[in-house]
């Protein structure tokens, strides 16, 4: 077997790999973060039973209750992840519970990022751009552009029925952005390694100028749009390897570890 090394194989074609810099990551724990929801039942947990890479990971559960008429959330939340302008990188790794539900098929939030608009006094105080779920078993994603004020201003482009989703096993997200109001960004996705979205020449984020909030985390937001269906009370997702960065191998879960002596990257060709 010949063993090709990146930077060689580079070199040998004239052409240079890209310098990445990984702007933030969270490996699975509490510390790092600057705030966490966790509505009526919910939690937010560092945990050792199920994890991606290292020792810990974040568990993330949200209870039914018939008797609570609110929200579902259950989020790490990091400020000022993008606004309008940049282009990076964004990724998790996650697991849902064992025996998970799919159906009936309900909505399951699984990531989002998310901005406080409630000084320009809209009917929509936090208005989540992108967004990233499951309906059922498929994996959903969306990006919004347009006027956060008055709401019907708001245009959302959807990304239906993207990959089916399993079970009490790992899974990886990748996104890459380039967050524009005008018909110049765009948006790709990668679920296990395998891009399912490319689209180009699209707006992606709204007009508003401020910074946006990355969120990863369940919002049993099915429960409040639309009722609680089914017969599971009781849900659980788990998430590790949380980064975002200017390349793909900064924020996908399986191109950095962090170590004793700092972080270690490797090269992929999606960094090309």
């Known amino acids: 077997m010949v063993s090709l090394n990146l930077s060689s194989v580079l070199l040998a074609l004239g052409l240079t790999s890209v310098q990445a810099t990984q702007f933030w990551h969270n490996t699975g724990t509490k510390a790092g973060w600057n705030t966490f929801t966790h509505e009526n039942k919910g939690t937010v947990d560092e945990v050792t039973d199920q994890v991606y890479k ?10 039914h209750d018939s008797s609570y008429g609110g929200r579902y959330h259950s989020e790490a939340v990091r400020y000022d992840v993008y606004r309008k302008g940049d282009t990076g990188f964004y990724g998790f790794a996650f697991r849902l519970q064992d025996g998970w539900q ?17 000084s320009l006094g809209c009917k929509e105080t936090y208005m989540p751009s992108t967004m990233v779920w499951i309906e059922g078993d498929q994996l959903q994603a969306r990006v919004k552009h347009g006027d956060v004020c008055p709401t019907t201003s708001q245009k959302i482009t959807p990304f239906k029925n993207l990959k089916t989703v399993t079970a ?10 380039s967050w524009k109001s005008d018909s110049t960004g765009f948006f790709k996705l990668w679920y296990d390694g395998e891009k399912v979205v490319e689209s180009y020449n699209i707006p992606t984020t709204v007009g508003d100028g401020r910074y946006f909030q990355f969120r990863v985390g369940l919002y049993a ?20 390897q949380i980064a975002a960065g200017s390349a793909f191998k900064d924020a996908d879960p399986d191109g950095w570890v962090a170590t004793t002596g700092g972080l270690r990257f490797q090269n992929t060709y999606d960094d090309l």
Do not use: C, K
């Open 54 to 63: 290292g020792p810990t990971a974040l568990r993330m559960t949200q209870i």
């Open 102 to 118: 799919f159906s009936p098929a309900q909505e399951f939030n699984l990531a989002q990022f998310i901005a406080d608009f409630t």
């Open 168 to 177: 009490g096993v790992w899974h990886r997200v990748v996104i890459q952005a």
């Open 221 to 240: 937001n099915g429960w409040y749009d639309h009722g609680y269906q089914g017969s599971q009370g009781t849900r659980q997702v788990w998430y590790d």
